[in-house]
């Protein structure tokens, strides 16, 4: 049966109604075609009126809707990496994002640690997952794409010669950055500290009380990570001598109030830059431009910057703990891990490194000692090997 002719309406253009909706075309077949795309999404079980939504859109109510009650930083993280993935893929309609589009996305965080891919697949995921549950999109398109591996072990310990610089600096940030890595503060929890209040010079101790988080931007104290993160800390000597002739706040901003997160980024970076000009003996603005400074000294004295984290710090003291012989349940203890399993991770991490450098120690001494192993009188020479070994 033919379709029955459409009347033409004064703008020139043909409608087409169905269930109260209409739709428009230049002509009757696209108004008609208009319709039968509607009914075929009904059809599929999606939800016509959702066709047009976009990626930002969504993102924005999805995230108002389901992580409205998470803390601050765990909204802003969602936050983040939504935009993050807006500005990867583009603000496409959200029916025209395929598992191609995901997978350039999850390539982008390629080099990244293990933790942050982790997080980065979740929060995407789930947003498309919620977008299929309401009848927006017929499949998820993260399932097929396949996120990079990350690595594990994102933070480190120190190297020597950059303890050696932290300690000759006279920066204002310094007196936070020796509480991270003398005492294991996180960064929130040093910026927190309330020297009259936390630290107990006659009793040696440090107790972690409070940690900042940022919402948007603005300082805010709340409770450590965990119940594990409320703790009493040994104060070490080299810590105290810093620590003594201060008062209030560890780490204030230049008003004296709670550093915002802005506030500290820069103060951080001012460190860093300082602590290179340290290292190398001038600034970069000035280095390798002064006189008798040309390309040819450049390239015998490269610049070698200095790249640390906050968390390289903990780090640290975590591997100081391990040196000097804490055991691990103390050690959690006083890092203010939740789960000693954390604490434990590193340990074994470090106690393996060191057993793969005794190993190494121990062919490069008999590489280094050739008469150990090959003498003139093979037999007794062999006797002689293999006792000093055992010794070892």
Not at 108 to 125: E, N, P, R
Not at 162 to 183: G, T
Not at 202 to 214: E, G, L, M
Not at 332 to 356: A, V
Request: a positive charge; proline letters at 4%; aromatic letters at 8%.
């Amino acid at each position: 049966m033919p379709r029955a002719s459409l009347k033409k309406r004064k703008d020139n253009r043909f409608t087409a109604k169905y269930k109260g909706k209409f739709f428009y075309g230049a002509t009757q077949s696209e108004a008609y075609a208009n319709r039968d795309a509607y009914k075929r999404q009904e059809d599929a079980g999606l939800r016509p009126d959702m066709d047009a939504v976009l990626l930002s859109e969504y993102s924005a109510q999805w995230v108002h809707t389901y992580k409205s009650n998470v803390s601050p930083r765990s909204y802003n993280d969602h936050v983040r990496i939504l935009n993050s993935l807006v500005a990867i893929i583009g603000d496409k309609l959200l029916r025209d994002i395929y598992p191609i589009d995901i997978q350039k996305a999850y390539n982008k965080q390629s080099g990244k640690s293990k933790s942050h891919i982790k997080k980065y697949t979740q929060t995407i995921s789930a947003l498309f997952s919620s977008a299929v549950n309401n009848r927006i999109l017929l499949h998820n398109p993260c399932l097929t794409a396949t996120p990079p591996k990350g690595f594990e072990g994102s933070h480190r310990a120190i190297d020597p010669w950059e303890r050696d610089l932290i300690l000759q600096s006279d920066h204002r940030f310094q007196p936070a950055v020796m509480a991270m890595l003398y005492a294991g503060l996180r960064r929130g929890e040093a910026l927190a500290l309330d020297v009259d209040r936390d630290v107990d010079f006659q009793k040696k101790t440090i107790t972690v009380r409070h940690a900042i988080r940022y919402d948007a931007n603005t300082p805010i104290t709340a409770n450590p990570k965990s119940e594990a993160g409320s703790r009493t800390i040994p104060l070490v000597d080299a810590l105290a001598s810093v620590l003594r002739p201060l008062h209030g706040l560890l780490a204030p901003s230049a008003s004296g109030a709670k550093m915002s997160e802005t506030a500290f980024t820069r103060a951080w970076e001012s460190y860093i830059a300082h602590l290179e000009q340290l290292h190398n003996g001038d600034t970069t603005r000035w280095y390798g431009r002064r006189k008798g400074q040309g390309e040819d000294w450049l390239k015998a004295n490269p610049w070698q910057p200095v790249n640390l984290r906050t968390h390289d710090l903990r780090h640290s003291y975590c591997t100081m703990l391990y040196d000097a012989g804490v055991d691990v349940k103390t050690a959690q203890k006083w890092m203010g891990h939740k789960d000693i399993s954390t604490t434990m991770r590193i340990y074994t991490h470090l106690s393996n490194t060191r057993e793969n450098k005794s190993v190494n120690d121990l062919q490069n001494y008999l590489k280094t000692h050739p008469s150990i192993t090959f003498g003139s009188q093979n037999g007794s020479q062999l006797q002689s090997t293999t006792s000093k070994i055992e010794a070892l």
